[in-house]
């Protein structure tokens, strides 16, 4: 649906409340930081296929620091940080 932009100040938009703009802003900033720590994810992939750990370590950290809400991406976040760790016999 697209959206009409009022051209005067009394003007409303219709059928469209505060209630449906406030959930459709919401949903976009949860799908932006999906995508964002997804962004982080692959880029630590990256760093971890070239060797770099302490970089794929960094990438992955900032991924979890998004706090998106798929426990799947979060967990695999996690493991590849764990992994890099280990690589770097950071075993504590």
Do not use: W
Not at 3 to 15: A, M, R, S, T, W
Not at 48 to 70: H, M, N, P, S, V
Request: net charge positive; charged share 25%.
């Amino acid at each position: 649906m697209r959206l009409k932009i009022p051209q005067k100040v009394g003007e409303n938009l219709p059928h469209l409340s505060f209630v449906h703009i406030g959930a459709m802003l919401s949903l976009n900033i949860i799908f932006f930081f999906l995508e964002l720590a997804n962004n982080y994810k692959e880029d630590g992939n990256f760093n971890f296929k070239c060797r770099k750990y302490r970089f794929a370590i960094l990438a992955y950290t900032e991924g979890l620091k998004q706090k998106c809400k798929d426990n799947e991406l979060n967990a695999q976040l996690y493991n590849n940080r764990s992994a890099c760790n280990f690589f770097l016999k950071n075993y504590r």
